[in-house]
């Protein structure tokens, strides 16, 4: 990986740019990520919030709740809905910013480092028994 990283959305609409190192890699099995996907899991980038910058185009966001605090903020591509962004909390200032690794430039660089949400995992859904399980959020953001 090489620092900035970038990506973007397929359209080209939302272009993003990063400066900093992840802080964490993982996949996450939980139904609302498989909702709003439409897949098994979601590939996510964790990062801190201030590295994630917009290049190109403006957010346009959507709101879950959360069993951590609040709401999730997603943010999606306001031309073709692309999802973009995930991890981050309504209100006041979140410390990391998600990123969808699919969104990545080059995104052959993601390595899940654990699994996520598992308590709500698909019986399909092949996951890696050589990483770390957390029936939901890991311990180090719990206490975000």
């Known amino acids: ?14 272009r993003y740019e990063c400066t ?4 964490m ?3 996450c099995h939980c139904r609302d990520c498989q909702q709003l996907t439409g897949s098994g899991f979601v590939p996510g980038v964790l990062l801190p ?17 959360s069993i951590a605090r609040g709401k999730h903020k997603r943010g999606f591509c306001p031309e ?5 962004t995930g991890g981050e909390f309504e209100g006041g200032q ?6 969808l690794a699919g969104t990545l430039d080059d995104p052959s660089w993601f390595q899940p480092q654990m699994d996520i949400f598992v308590s709500d995992a698909q019986p ?5 028994p050589a990483i770390p399980k957390f029936e939901q959020y890991p ?6």
Not at 124 to 128: A, I, S
Not at 139 to 144: G, V
């Open 94 to 99: 979140s410390q990391f910013v998600g990123i």
């Open 20 to 23: 900093a190192k992840p802080t």
């Open 124 to 128: 399909w859904d092949q996951m890696d």
């Open 25 to 27: 890699m993982f996949k």
């Open 1 to 14: 990986m090489k620092i900035p990283f970038t990506g973007g959305c397929s359209c080209g609409a939302i």
């Open 139 to 144: 311990p180090s953001r719990t206490n975000e």
């Open 80 to 84: 073709r809905g692309s999802r973009i």
């Open 49 to 65: 919030s201030g590295a994630f910058r917009l290049t190109r185009g403006q957010l346009r966001y959507h709101f879950t709740s």
